[in-house]
């Protein structure tokens, strides 16, 4: 698995910039997007950083994992779950990837447009 060492994501971990944290645990952090896409828009990461979601071996399966319980446990918490929500990951540049540590990215609090079917 190939790792992130200084992403952005990596300071937001180290507390070396500040973030609007919403949930963390001993695996992932997730904060507020600071351009939201949507009135809610919430950055899941895997304090383990990796690059992209290429770099993700079967064993390591379970990140991937961690994100989407984690994301779907917030969208409950905060009562959005019922009425609607996307979750979504980017990989590589023309993937829409900007910050290379995977991340999920869960939007809600409005109608999403259905581009996907």
């Known amino acids: ?30 904060f ?19 690059r992209t979601l290429n770099d993700v071996a079967a064993g390591d399966a379970i990140v991937v994992g961690r994100l989407m319980l984690a994301a779907a446990a917030y969208a409950k918490a905060q009562g959005f779950a019922e009425s609607g929500y996307r979750v979504l990951m980017n990989c590589n540049r023309d993937g829409g990837q900007t910050v290379f540590h995977i991340h999920l990215h869960l939007l809600a609090g409005r109608p999403l447009d259905s581009h996907f079917g």
């Open 1 to 30: 698995m190939t790792e992130t060492t200084d992403s952005i994501f990596d300071k937001i971990i180290r507390r070396e910039i500040p973030a609007d944290i919403v949930f963390e645990d001993e695996h992932l952090i997730a």
């Open 32 to 50: 507020k997007d600071i351009s939201p896409q949507a009135p809610v828009h919430v950055l899941f990461v895997p304090k383990r950083g990796v």
